[in-house]
């Protein structure tokens, strides 16, 4: 069984910064692919960031290019997300989740506030 858990959320102000983490338990040599996803009130979820295995680099929601970042440490064991220049808009509980092959993201974690104020 795969955990995931996010930290690392708080209320910041608007240009400030976070780095939120996703600490990942149990086996995971079968992930294909993690990402973190986002979600705010009244508004569905939507991915903000995906890095696979096979590549170099993570791929980018267009909203947050140039701003977020994100990185992993060896098999996965940790999962970053490193955000600057908040904006208002980028308040939402922030997710990761993974995925193996062939499969859709099914796996969760609880999730971690972000909220950035003016």
């Known amino acids: 069984q795969v955990q995931l858990a996010e930290s690392g959320g708080g209320s910041v102000q608007v240009g400030g910064s976070l780095r939120l983490t996703c600490t990942v338990s149990?086996?995971?040599?079968?992930?294909?692919?993690m990402a973190w996803f986002r979600q705010a009130p009244g508004k569905e979820r939507e991915l903000v960031a995906e890095?696979?295995?096979?590549?170099?680099?993570?791929v980018y929601q267009d909203s947050v290019k140039g701003r977020f970042t994100m990185s992993k440490e060896n098999a996965w064991k940790m999962v970053y997300l490193e955000m600057s220049s908040l904006k208002p808009e980028d308040s939402a509980v922030y997710y990761c989740?993974?995925?193996?092959?062939?499969?859709?993201?099914?796996?969760w974690g609880q999730g971690t506030q972000v909220t950035v104020f003016s």
């Open positions: 149990g086996r995971t040599n079968m992930i294909y692919a």
């Open positions: 890095l696979t295995w096979n590549s170099d680099a993570a």
């Open positions: 989740g993974r995925r193996i092959a062939l499969g859709r993201y099914d796996v």
